[in-house]
């Protein structure tokens, strides 16, 4: 008899079923979170480009700057730090031209 009452006592879990609007969130969650996976490789490599840029722009290399501040553009356009720091590359430049031309004049 005590036998059976412990059988009684084991039954398996009934399933739960959950709402529907939980499983529309979940499945929502789980594409944007592929979505995020699928762009970070660009975000990554965006990066990259940038601190390379701006290390150029603290050494006053302006050209190279440029070159790896575009680079950041053509793959995040949005990016504010690149705008930045591309504006200030190309007034490095433009400063650094006028000042050869001035050395070039009172030659």
């Known amino acids: ?3 059976e009452n412990t059988k009684e006592e084991m039954k398996p879990f009934s ?4 709402p529907i609007l939980i499983k529309i969130f979940g499945l929502a ?3 944007i979170w592929l979505y995020s ?3 970070l490789p660009k975000y990554f490599e965006a990066s990259k480009y940038l601190q390379a840029g701006e290390r150029y722009l ?3 290399d302006y ?5 790896e501040l575009k680079k950041v553009l053509e793959a995040v356009p949005s990016s504010r730090r ?3 720091a591309l504006l200030t590359a190309y007034r490095g430049l433009n ?3 006028t000042s050869s031309d001035l050395q070039r004049i009172k030659k």
Not at 63 to 67: M, P
């Open 1 to 3: 008899m005590a036998e």
């Open 58 to 60: 603290k050494l006053r």
């Open 29 to 31: 969650l789980l594409g």
């Open 37 to 39: 996976l699928f762009l």
């Open 82 to 84: 690149a705008k930045t």
């Open 15 to 18: 399933r739960h079923s959950y």
């Open 95 to 97: 400063y650094r031209k």
């Open 63 to 67: 050209d190279n700057s440029v070159i």
